[in-house]
């Protein structure tokens, strides 16, 4: 059993940042990828980043792509989205979730979700 609490959403302005954590339960952290996926009212939830369990490799949406950085810390059981340069369509909540096997721009290779956090960016 895997729990994922995310945290750091907020309110942030047009061209501002924020970091986004995940603290996962168990053990075992230190041998799943992680990804990061959002969903903003109306729409489906979409694929944001995603990092191997070493780190060693990282993913992301075109959307994102040099704005948005995923990072892992498995000395703290944590997976961080640095988000720079928000704009107001980032607004959406954002969840975690722990890899299982597949292609990890895939909602359906994520077995493990957290209850997510709220992004909202004004213009």
């Known amino acids: 059993q895997v729990q994922l609490v995310e945290s750091g959403g907020g309110l942030v302005q047009a061209g501002g940042s924020l970091r986004l954590s995940c603290a996962a339960s168990g053990r075992t952290f230190s041998s799943y990828a992680m990804g990061w996926f959002r969903q903003a009212p109306g729409k489906g939830r979409e694929f944001v980043a995603a990092?191997?369990?070493?780190?060693?490799?990282?993913y992301y949406a075109d959307s994102v792509k040099g704005r948005f950085t995923i990072s892992r810390d498995n000395a703290k059981n944590t997976v961080y989205l640095q988000m720079n340069s928000l704009k107001p369509e980032d607004t959406a909540v954002y969840y975690c979730?722990?890899?299982?096997?597949?292609?990890?721009?895939?909602?359906?290779?994520?077995?493990?979700w957290g209850q997510g956090t709220q992004v909202t960016v004004s213009s």
């Open positions: 979730a722990k890899a299982g096997s597949g292609n990890y721009y895939y909602r359906g290779t994520y077995d493990y």
């Open positions: 990092i191997t369990w070493t780190g060693g490799a990282t």
